[in-house]
């Protein structure tokens, strides 16, 4: 209890804090418009992304992305780290396990974690999630969306399955190495296609085949496309880890 | 209709903070996620919206509730 008011008395003094600072915010200076005339005049033409916040994170500020995608594969890599010796920990086979969402007169024990109401939610709207997921991330020029928006909600869609199916099926599912491949292969690829471009032009992420003819719209479909495969079979990785428990 | 979306926000954070069952308030922080999904779509901030609602009230509600499971539910 002594904590719980320690910690709301933080609560408030930060609250406070915040609000004092909104009084010193200058209301008066104009919004810079220069950056935001030039996008919305050029930013069409110079990517073929009718999405301009595609066009800025995968063509302007294309070098910047790169270092997102390597800050969530090291948070992955951390948090895998972490999972895995909490496995250790945990995976005494001594301690009882309590399954919480079974039904009351379940026996099975494949079905201890599958009610109704899951069975329902992950086989009829799994595939859909997954799908809108596909789409996010294909149309991302041109719509909202792109690679890591279509990548979460992809990762949304595998958990969907995980949370439907029993203990033994996700733990199958995570010793076959498949999305860590997909994740480890994706990543190479989108450092390799940035590196193509210095071959070709000089120009680090710029369009490869511009010379070919392709437009600079299909490189973008690329980048969202391995972009969203990465962060969802990444996302997804992590979330199996997590509710799987290892064989012995 | 953004400032009421805020002030829901801030309640349900409270409400978060001071619960005693740690799960009502993994849900209240779902419900967060939607309210500010909400506040960015109606900013036209689209892409935006699509990332918090996949992330706040899908990954890391599972995140918070596989920590649950693994720790306590009542918050002492």
Same mark, same amino acid.
């Given at each position: ?11 408030v003094?930060?609250?406070?804090v ?10 008066? &200076?104009p919004?810079?418009?220069d950056?935001? &005339? ?15 916040v595609s066009?800025?994170?995968l063509?302007?500020?294309?070098f ?18 972490v ?24 026996k099975?024990s ?12 992950t086989?009829?709207i ?17 719509s ?7 990548g979460?909600i ?20 995570r ?5 860590s ?9 989108? !450092? ?14 710029s369009?490869p ?6 437009k ?23 979330? !199996? ?8 | ?7 829901? #926000? ?16 993994? #849900? ?10 909400l506040?960015?779509?109606?900013? /036209? ?16 509600? #599972?995140?918070?509730? /596989? ?8 918050? #002492?």
């Open positions: 209890m002594k904590m719980k008011t320690a910690a709301v008395h933080v609560i003094i930060f609250a406070l915040l609000l004092a600072g909104c009084l010193f915010i200058p209301d008066d &200076t919004w810079p418009t950056v935001r &005339t030039r996008l919305v005049s050029d930013g069409e033409k110079d990517t073929g992304a009718k999405n301009l066009a800025i994170y063509a302007y500020r294309a910047d992305t790169l270092g997102e995608t390597i800050v969530l594969i090291v948070a992955i890599i951390g948090t895998m780290s999972v895995e010796s909490v496995k250790k920990i945990s995976d005494d086979p001594t301690t009882a396990v309590t399954y919480d969402f079974s039904l009351v007169k379940e099975r494949s079905h201890k974690l599958r009610t109704h109401l899951l069975e329902v939610v086989g009829k799994g595939p859909v999630v997954l799908l809108f997921g596909f789409y996010v991330m294909g149309q991302g020029h041109i909202p969306g792109g690679g890591f928006q279509g979460t992809i990762a949304s869609g595998i958990m969907l399955f995980i949370l439907g199916n029993p203990y033994s099926k996700v733990t199958e599912m010793q076959n190495k498949i999305l491949t997909i994740e480890a292969s994706a990543f190479v690829l989108f !450092i390799l296609v940035s590196l193509l471009s210095i071959l070709t032009s000089g120009i680090f992420f369009n085949l511009e010379a070919a003819g392709v600079y719209e299909y490189y973008i479909i690329a980048l969202n496309a391995l972009i969203g495969l990465k962060v969802g079979s990444g996302i997804s990785l992590m979330c !199996i880890a997590m509710m799987s428990r290892r064989r012995t | 209709m953004t400032e009421m979306l805020l002030v829901l #926000i801030i309640v349900l954070a409270v409400f978060s903070l001071i619960s005693r069952d740690l799960i009502h308030s993994v #849900i209240a922080l779902s419900a967060i996620s939607l309210l500010s999904a506040i960015f779509t109606l900013h /036209w901030a689209f892409d935006v919206a699509i990332t918090e609602a996949a992330v706040g009230a899908g990954v890391t509600t #599972i995140i918070f509730v /596989w920590a649950l499971k693994h720790t306590s539910r009542k918050d #002492i």
